[in-house]
């Protein structure tokens, strides 16, 4: 019987063609923005850190119901700025809700989504559609890949493209994804988190992600095994690689995720490849048929929760 492994590693041969086609069909619409706040849950989340990594500085990072409940919203709104809605599927009820309140306290929303007949697309003055929002055996896999460059394509930001799983980053080794806490800055934070959140997913695993400068305060002695990712520029990698050697130094099992390449759009794709190769590699050592989450006996009302 095909495992979840075979099931990723399907989606990642087709990863290329998929992020090539998703950047043909996205404008630069957010390019002269000076003002956006980027949201999503789960996966959308880590691509709501990779559009603020992407932005500039001219990009907000939010939790839907943070921005929400803070008021943020409806002051961002007020002042004309963007929204950039995150949802695969189109349902998360707080993502519907965050683009529902910024679009009627006057801002404009962007809603990127799979589906452009839900409930997202619905709330959004303009939907940019993903060529592709399946799961790899229940799994979100390609369709981050396909995410991140519809996001950066927002941005103006060029993708050179997805590698090939034997060409991505780290994936010579791949122990550091079993590390305990997974750490980075920026676009790197957004990798670390994606590999938390596919751990979750999988093995139903109580690892954790902190942004690098959380991290080597007081978390860092909570741990022993460690896995930082590499930004793809400075100051943020200098940092990165400073807590690097300090956390060997102090006699800290730390593994290092090298960057793919030297722009942020292109180390973004490349460290969720990476995620996903030895992702599949570990279920296949594992035996790995489907996600743990799959199997959690309050599987009906956590989805309730999230999608009503």
């Known amino acids: 019987m095909p495992g979840l492994g075979d099931a990723i590693r399907a989606e990642l041969l087709e990863a290329p063609r998929l992020v090539r086609e998703q950047l043909g069909l996205v404008e630069p619409l957010l390019v002269g923005s000076s003002c956006v706040a980027a949201t999503g849950a789960g996966d959308s989340y880590a691509a709501a850190l990779a559009a603020a990594a992407l932005g500039g500085g001219r990009v907000e990072a939010w939790d839907p119901v943070e921005l929400v409940s803070s008021g943020r919203a409806r002051w961002l709104a007020s002042r004309g700025c963007w929204l950039l809605a995150l949802s695969v599927g189109g349902r998360s009820l707080?993502?519907?809700?965050?683009?529902?309140?910024?679009?009627?306290s006057g801002g404009r929303v962007v809603g990127v989504t799979a589906d452009p007949g839900s409930p997202l697309a619905r709330e959004a003055d303009v939907v940019v559609e993903l060529v592709y929002g399946g799961l790899a055996g229940g799994v979100g896999a390609a369709r981050h890949l396909v995410m991140l460059a519809a996001v950066a394509g927002l941005l103006g930001e060029r993708v050179p493209g997805a590698p090939l799983p034997s060409e991505a980053p780290g994936v010579a080794d791949c122990t550091w994804l079993r590390s305990e806490v997974h750490s980075g800055c920026l676009d790197s934070s957004a990798s670390a988190l994606y590999a938390v959140l596919k751990l979750y997913e999988v093995y139903g695993s109580s690892v954790r992600f902190y942004p690098v400068e959380q991290l080597v305060h007081a978390p860092v002695y909570s741990a022993s095994v460690f896995t930082?990712?590499?930004p793809a520029t400075e100051p943020c990698r200098a940092r990165v690689l400073e807590a690097y050697g300090a956390m060997r130094e102090a006699g800290l099992r730390v593994s290092l995720v090298p960057r793919g390449g030297d722009t942020v759009a292109g180390n973004l794709v490349a460290q969720a490849v990476s995620v996903l190769t030895c992702l599949a590699e570990a279920a296949d050592m594992d035996g790995v048929v489907e996600p743990a989450y799959r199997r959690h006996r309050g599987l009906g009302v956590l989805t309730r929760l999230i999608y009503g």
């Not at 707080?94 to 009627?104: D, L, M, N, P, T």
Request: charged residues 30%.
């Open 94 to 104: 707080s993502v519907v809700e965050a683009a529902r309140v910024f679009r009627s």
């Open 228 to 230: 930082l990712y590499e």
